[in-house]
T-cell receptor, first 113, second 116 residues
Framework: TQLLEQSPQFLSIQEGENLTVYCNSSSVFSSLQWYRQEPGEGPVLLVT?????EVKKLKRLTFQFGDARKDSSLHITAAQPGDTGLYLCAGVKERTGANNLFFGTGTRLTVIP | NAGVMQNPRHLVRRRGQEARLRCSPM?????VYWYRQLPEEGLKFMVY????????ESGMPKERFSAEFPKEGPSILRIQQVVRGDSAAYFC??????????????FGDGTRLSIL
């Protein structure tokens, strides 16, 4: 069983559309990070959220951490072809004393010009 | 390049050989993590090290796999007597301090290991 479930798994949209990717769990996380991974490369960190209810914006990307710190969402406004890629959420479980990341199942986004 | 450096990028081994994967963390980072990404699967944690110490190896197979992060030089992930199932992309990440999980981890571009 996967600790972090992402939805949708695949998403194909037209340039200019908006989209939201969800990352859900039944566990509480002390922090949650979003990464983007291109084929043949490592995950590139987009943002870290640590406070329940926190919202962070990165240009057209908006990240939100759920109030209970069990879930997160990534919203992209006016998607561009350059947004195409694999989006991964990853979290550190609370109160385990461990620092390792649990990764989500991933959302593969394709933005069609 | 101040990022996490992994080498080699690609490594081909025959069954039974040894594979050595190297990772140099970002400048100023003293915490290293190794993850494995099997084909069509997500990234899974293997081991967490600080200089000269293994902090958490709960994700690493008990046999044939070992990791070290010496006082000088890169972190090494060693796989002895490789088998076909070891074929995967191995990623290293580093962070500056542990911070109880609030410090972001930055990843290298991985080593793609193929076993013939």
């Amino acid at each position: 069983t996967q600790l972090l479930e992402q939805s949708p798994q695949f998403l194909s949209i037209q340039e200019g559309e908006n989209l939201t990717v969800y990352c859900n769990s039944s566990s509480v996380f002390s922090s949650l990070q979003w990464y983007r991974q291109e084929p043949g490369e490592g995950p590139v960190l987009l943002v870290t959220v640590v406070t329940g209810g926190e919202v962070k914006k990165l240009k057209r990307l908006t990240f939100q951490f759920g109030d209970a710190r069990k879930d997160s969402s990534l919203h992209i406004t006016a998607a561009q072809p350059g947004d195409t890629g694999l989006y991964l959420c990853a979290g550190v479980k609370e109160r385990t004393g461990a620092n390792n990341l649990f990764f989500g199942t991933g959302t593969r986004l394709t933005v069609i010009p | 390049n101040a990022g996490v450096m992994q080498n080699p990028r690609h490594l081909v081994r025959r069954r039974g050989q040894e594979a050595r994967l190297r990772c140099s963390p970002m400048k100023g980072h003293s915490h290293v993590y190794w993850y494995r990404q099997l084909p069509e699967e997500g990234l899974k944690f293997m081991v967490y090290l600080q200089k000269e110490n293994i902090i958490d190896e709960s994700g690493m197979p008990k046999e044939r796999f070992s990791a070290e992060f010496p006082k000088e030089g890169p972190s090494i992930l060693r796989i002895q007597q490789v088998v076909r199932g070891d074929s995967a992309a191995y990623f290293c990440a580093s962070s500056p301090i542990s911070g109880w999980g609030n410090q972001p981890q930055h990843f290298g571009d991985g080593t793609r290991l193929s076993i013939l």
